[in-house]
């Protein structure tokens, strides 16, 4: 294929390579007015790996501090795989990097989409034999002389921080990269100019549009603090490590965030770094407890329990931590019905001092479980959507169903489900490819319940970070750190699971408004 070829046969597109190479290399980039002194392929930045980025303007080596002119950012994938996958992280590049326009196509499709800030909408769409077609509408909207946007906030970027598009492959294949988890596209089965998209990859005749409405969230508790419980009554799916790390990461986007932990196992006070004490008599919980919140209505509140956690995150947040003593104590507190609703009332107590409260809950239908459902505005249901875990779904669903019966009682809204969360999912292609669409698709479609679009992968890295140890002496200590910290000062490979939860904190700030 020439450069000057003037229509494109995306049959000739087999693998992601020749996507790059046949469709944006020798045929896009040109079309749309970019030289090769203007746009740059396997672009790295930080933690954030692009496949090309072009500018307006032709760029010598980068400098830093020097400010980069407007830019559209591409995204190339495997012919066989769905777009709407990869929307997330087309929304996260564009939003992290503050760039206008992205580009996303497997060969036999193309999407542009534009960062509104908050979101991406799509404003093109084609098939990819029809780019020829329609090439002038694309140099309109992301064509090189188009892309004149001062109000675009510019790109600082270092000549260390870009790899360029003259690397070597053995160089590109070190980069490394991030699954591309099966995520509901924000399009699917939107109205685009009085028509409907209803399949994920388009095998319809073309659908353009100068932009989506996406659906209007409703946010009733705004500007109020605002309680998420998260829970599942399987254990073992990644209930406390959602807790602690999505608690890390909404602090670390400048929210102040309470972690109640109501569990008896006390997994989120261990990962908070609250337990450093060897020997029982040293135990400074004991008498410090979530517990001691219920127990009373007239004494031991919020501010009296909260312990700041330890070199868990930067900054760190608060925690009301939990002991394995709540076991014995619950049967006290079950005779006692205002237990059910101290949480709430004490929580009202300080709704001036934080915004965001999670609550990591027991995976039961105990007393503890009742009450972090009471409290909670919202909730969200970790689950790796494996047989076992799915099945304990309709359970959930009636104890919801449940609560929600008492709530109208005590005049408290029904609990809002944020969705269920794809937790500790494999990053094995193949299953990626196949299997786990299915899995998501039968928690909409069998148990009838709202999927969240972000997905946390299984990752060593998420281990290590609570596993953490400090030797003091002859005596080892635990020391654990939040995803977010580890990634940051300790462990770069851990970046991967970090953004993963950077998205995860966006899309919960949307959501709850």
Known sequence: MSFNQESFNPELCRNESEVESKLIVQYLLPKLGYTPETWHQEVGLGNIRLDFLAFTMQMGPFVSGKNSPPGVVMEAKHPKQNLNNHVPRLRYYLTSLDVRYGLLTNGKEIRIYENNQDDILIIFQCLGEEIAIYIDEIRGLIGRDALHLPELKPLNLSQSEIIDNNASISTISNISTIPNGPAISII??????????????????????????????????????????????????????????????????????????????????????????????????????????????????????????????????????????????QEKLNKIGASRTRLISKLKKVEGNYDIVIIDTPPSRDLYAEVALIAADYLIIPSDLKPFANQGLPTVKNFIGEVNEYREAISKAPLEILGVLPSKVSTNYKFLESTFPKQRQVIIDKYKLPLMDAVIYERTALSQCLNKTLMIGELEYPDPKSIIKFAEEIEKTAQQSAMEFDMLAKEVLKKIG
């Open 188 to 329: 699917e089965n939107q109205t685009i100019e009085n028509r409907t998209i209803e399949t994920p990859i388009i095998e319809t005749p073309i659908i353009r549009t100068t932009a989506i409405e996406t659906p209007t969230i409703k946010t009733p508790r705004q500007d109020i603090m605002k309680s998420i419980a998260i829970y599942h009554n399987k254990g073992g799916v990644g209930k406390t490590t959602v807790a602690i790390n999505l608690a890390a990461a909404l602090r670390k986007k400048g929210k102040r965030v309470l972690l109640i932990d109501i569990d008896s196992q006390a997994n989120s006070t261990f990962a908070a770094g609250l337990v450093k004490f060897q020997f029982d008599e040293d135990d400074d919980l004991v008498e410090n407890n979530v517990y001691h919140i219920l127990e009373s209505g007239d004494f031991n509140f919020i501010p009296d329990l909260a312990k700041e956690s330890q070199y868990f995150n930067n900054p760190e947040i608060d925690v009301i931590p939990s002991h394995i003593t709540l076991i014995e104590y």
